[in-house]
């Protein structure tokens, strides 16, 4: 077919990737895995086209060819009988040779995302022909309920350990409300409406999110909001790390949840005025990334429980450690595992935490600037050498800060 620029003559292989046509409507390409049972006739039939189509698609010969189980079946849906998928994005027509990897890349997006954003399995083929969408940086929603005048996402899919900010405006008074799976959501005003960030860790599951906005006030209530978001798995290495018998203490479950625990109460405190502008700078002139956010950890060749939850920079005892932005400084003391601690509020329920330090140069209830310097690199706490290790939580979440030196929030 012309659509997938194919001719006839090749009989159905072993792992073969199927095109299924649609009937009438927009053509978004979209994947299906085949499942015990199948026949092409059935997936035909399910995706509202002919099995006549799917054979001219896919160059086949022969009418009722065997179907393997878990093969990965591209359909390009025009009747809307695929899963839903985003709306979003730029048209993109996939020429010769594209992959899902270049075509992403040119558009500076991960594949995983591409591939998300259009429905395919993160290692389908594309072939000539086909229809994608370029998610957006931004989506724009459209087609809102009653009394809903602007919604905007900072991207249209996300990401595992990537930060996401909302603005709603609403022509009904009152302050908005709203949740992202069981996380809670915090507006503060923002010219004529209200903004609000989200973390999302590096263990949030992947798959489809309800975004659920409501508001208003004893005037009346807005008609709820509910947006689909999809998560997808984020690309995180594994980190193996050797602990000596000194620091052996330190690696006790307990310990590490008490203090968790502890700076939970520090990390979610929620204050309403933004104190940052623009993007973060890094708190260290020169960064050499000794270990990057989200890695999984093992502990002296223990299981993988848990993630590493900021940036580690490795630098010289006694480097200076910069501000990365406006805010107030809200902790600075030792604890057991992090050693020397600062943490800075920054509002919106962003908080940056700089930990193992030798020395802090500032207390509680400082305001800095950025590019302040703040404290001293050091090894104190549960800490192999001197680096420094860069948290950034959103209400307690912790988020890769690599995004926040790349991209302005909110
Ligand atoms: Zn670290």
Known sequence: MAINNLANGDLLQVGQELIIPGGT??????AYTVAPGDTLAGIAAAFN?????????????????PLIVGQQVPI?????????????????????????LLVAARNGISPSEL???NGLASDAYLFPGQRLRIPDEEAIYRDLPQGWVDVRLSAPITTQGSTLSI??????????????GQQALHFSPDGEGYVALIGIDAFEEPGTYDLEISGGDERGLWAPLRIQLPLVEGAFDTQYIEVGEALDGLLDPEMRASEDEFLKTIYADFSEDQRWEGIFQTPLTTTIVSAAYGGRRSYNGGPIEIYHTGIDYAAAEGTTVLAPAGGVVVFSAPLELRGNVIIIDHGLGVMTGYYHLLESLVKPGDNVTAGQ?????????????????????????TVDPALWTQQAFP
């Open 76 to 100: 390009i849906s025009r009747s809307g009988s695929a899963a839903a998928r985003p709306v979003h994005g730029r048209p993109y027509l996939v020429e010769s040779g594209d992959t899902l």
């Open 115 to 117: 591939a998300a954003a």
């Open 49 to 65: 086209t002919s099995s006549a189509d799917v054979v001219a698609t896919n160059r086949l010969i022969i009418d009722n060819p």
């Open 373 to 397: 310097p703040i404290g001293r690199v050091g090894s104190t706490g549960l800490s192999t050498g001197a680096h420094l290790h860069w948290d950034l939580r959103i209400m307690d979440i």
């Open 167 to 180: 603005f709603v405006e609403n022509l009904m008074p009152g302050t908005p409300a709203g949740r992202f």
């Open 25 to 30: 409507g927009e053509a978004i390409a979209t």
